[in-house]
């Protein structure tokens, strides 16, 4: 087993925390990593209190670039913002991992809050999303990156003498 880079870590904690979101249009998650410390995460999920996507339905609206979007939902990126914002007030310096590209709000709030690096899993849509985050991550000083989030498989032990029996399993060599 080939232990994990700290990119692949925090992208497969990003896939997890993708696992939570209730807007089925797009799972995606969202890890706020300072120090080499995880700060925040979120999914795409809709605002406390309110229904979720799975519950009662989409909320689409037709946007500038001709898609429906779904309005009833917080992206990722800003829940894993408004969790950081309750402990630091300075993201400065940051990495955000994401399972896919981000929108360019949900990229441009990273950037203004601080975030010096993100780190895309996969891209999202199209081409033109990628070539987006890295024009936007140079205007801010910031990085764009692009690691592919690992196939792997995880099985862990049923008892709690198994807990150092963690597999990771890659599906395929990247």
């Known amino acids: 087993m080939k232990r994990l880079t700290r990119d ?7 896939n997890i925390v993708a696992a939570r979101a ?10 706020l ?3 080499g410390e995880i ?3 979120g999914y795409n999920g809709a605002p406390s ?3 979720e996507c799975d519950a009662v339905g989409h909320l689409m609206v037709l946007g500038e670039d001709g898609r429906d979007h779904c309005k009833r939902t917080v992206h990722a990126e800003l829940n894993a913002l408004f ?19 981000p929108c360019e709000i949900c990229l441009t709030e990273l950037l203004k809050c601080g975030v010096a690096r993100v780190v895309c899993g996969s891209v999202y849509r199209n081409v033109e999303a990628k070539e987006m985050t890295a024009r936007l991550a140079v205007a801010f000083g910031a990085i764009g990156d692009y690691s592919p989030v690992p196939d792997i498989e995880l099985t862990f032990g049923t008892e709690v003498t198994d807990v150092k029996r ?3 399993n890659r599906i395929s060599n990247r």
């Open 49 to 51: 209190g309110l229904p």
């Open 22 to 31: 209730t807007c089925d249009r797009a799972w995606v998650g969202c890890t």
């Open 33 to 35: 990593v300072l120090d």
């Open 166 to 168: 963690i597999k990771i």
């Open 39 to 41: 700060i925040a995460t």
């Open 83 to 101: 969790q950081a914002k309750k402990r630091h007030r300075n993201l400065k310096g940051a990495t955000a991992y994401i399972n896919t590209t």
């Open 8 to 14: 692949e870590y925090f992208l497969s904690i990003s």
